[in-house]
């Protein structure tokens, strides 16, 4: 499967504790890159959402872009 770039924005020290986490433990948790370790923390996030949001069932995927634009307001 294609792996396009994505780009997007965190806090710095996040980042960190992130570069961190897995230098620490990627030979335990057999990560074979940063990135391998990022689309595991993202699907575990995508399939908690579709747990409590969509009864379990995957979300149906699109290649539109998202809408630009200010963050949500909550």
């Known amino acids: ?4 770039p994505v780009t997007f924005y965190l806090p710095e ?3 960190d504790r992130a570069r961190a986490a ?3 433990t990627a030979f335990s948790e057999r990560d ?3 990135s391998d370790m990022l689309v595991k923390a993202l699907v575990a996030e995508i ?10 069932e995957e979300y149906p995927g699109h290649s539109r872009p ?4 200010r963050p ?3």
């Open 1 to 4: 499967e294609k792996r396009p």
């Open 13 to 15: 020290s996040f980042r």
């Open 22 to 24: 897995y230098r620490s």
């Open 32 to 34: 074979t890159s940063w």
């Open 47 to 56: 399939e908690r959402r579709e747990e409590i949001y969509n009864d379990g």
């Open 66 to 69: 998202l809408a630009p634009g």
């Open 72 to 74: 949500i307001g909550f």
